[in-house]
Structure formats: structure tokens, C-alpha cells
């Protein structure tokens, strides 16, 4: 790691308790944001017909999908799930049958089973916790989704869909060059495409 990437990694770092903190605090007073999220997306976001849409199942203060999940089902959309597969690896992405039940995988997420298809996404919708317009993303700084979006872009077209509170847009995201932007960000105010996809 040089010292230009050491830097950045220590601004991510020391942003990271501030924007958990901030998000918390937008959950709390927007509690009906997933309504209002999953209603901005069906209305902007491109989706192919019968096209798959990797998702998550929300933790903590994560802004919750699971009412778009719901309403991509009734449209006909496969909805994939990520399993953690290892250290500095992308994450698979399988195929979620709606009831199937989840197992407690690592850092207490639900994770589909191993032997559950593979999804090839057109859409990947990606939790975080500071966003820019510029499609910069704050993750969690195991960088899974990171090279998760590396590893499709470079199979196929993929858009990838930032899900958060409009609380936690920041003018500027640090970042380095193996950071993955996104494409489009939807709020509890709006669906918006970011720079990075213009």
C-alpha cells in the first residue's frame, strides 16, 4: 500500500463511526423510507424484462430493501442474495426462492446456501454508508462489493444501484483507483443517476 492509498484508507476510516451515527439517526426519523425507496426505484431504474437483481437482507441501520425485493418478485424479476465466499474474494450471488430459508453466515449477515444457483445480474442494488454524486460509495472496508462489481463488469453490463438515506450524501467520498462507482443512487427523496454513469 503506498502512501497515497494509505491516506485514503485512513480518511474512509475515520468517517466510517460518523456516518453509522448519522445513518442511525435517519432511520429513526424517516421510517417509512423503504416504502418510498422501492417506489423511486420501480419508477427510474432500468430493469431488463425477467432480468435478475442481486439485493440484501438489511442489517442494523441499513436502508431496507425488502419491500422492493417484494415488488420485483410480482414483476417477474430473480432475486440473488450475497454469500461471503472468503477473504479478498467477490462475493456469489445465488439465486433467492422467496421463503427459502437464510443461514447466519459472517459478520451477521443471512446468506443463501452454497449449493443455490448462480445469478448473473443486470442490477445490483449495494448498502453503504456515505454516497457522492460522483458515484463514490463508503463501504464497510472489507471491499467485497467492490470486487464484486469488478468481477461482473468485466463478464457483462451491470448497473449498480446505491440504497441509502439522503442524509448520507457527502460533497466528496474518498476513494482510490480499485473503488467501484455507482451508477445510480435511490433515496427516500429520489431516484438519481450519478455521474459516473453519464
Known amino acids: 500500500m503506498n502512501i497515497t492509498d494509505a ?12 456516518m453509522r451515527v448519522r445513518r442511525a439517526h435517519m432511520k ?17 431504474i432500468p430493469v431488463p424484462p425477467d432480468g435478475a437483481v442481486s439485493a440484501y437482507f438489511a442489517i442494523g441501520d441499513e436502508a431496507d430493501p425488502a419491500p422492493l425485493v417484494a415488488a420485483l418478485r410480482l414483476r417477474g424479476h430473480p432475486i440473488a442474495l450475497p454469500r461471503v465466499v472468503g477473504h479478498q474474494l467477490p462475493l456469489a450471488l445465488h439465486i433467492h426462492l422467496e421463503n427459502a430459508p437464510l443461514k447466519k453466515g459472517g459478520f451477521g449477515l443471512f446468506e443463501p446456501e452454497s449449493d443455490w444457483p448462480l445469478a448473473v445480474p443486470a442490477v445490483v442494488i449495494v448498502p453503504l454508508l456515505a454516497f457522492d454524486r460522483s ?26 444501484v446505491g440504497y441509502a438515506y439522503a442524509g448520507q450524501e457527502l460533497t466528496h467520498v474518498p476513494h482510490h483507483d480499485g473503488d467501484q462507482t455507482l451508477d445510480w443512487v435511490v433515496t427516500e427523496l429520489c431516484a438519481r443517476k450519478l455521474a459516473s454513469a453519464v
Open 135 to 160: 458515484g463514490n460509495r463508503l463501504g464497510y472496508g472489507a471491499g467485497y462489493y467492490d470486487r464484486t462489481l469488478a468481477a461482473l463488469r468485466a463478464r457483462h453490463a451491470v448497473t449498480a
Open 28 to 44: 429513526a426519523q424517516t421510517p417509512d423510507a423503504p416504502l418510498r425507496m422501492a417506489e423511486h426505484f420501480l419508477n427510474a
Open 7 to 18: 491516506n485514503v484508507a485512513a480518511e474512509k476510516e475515520a468517517l466510517r463511526h460518523d
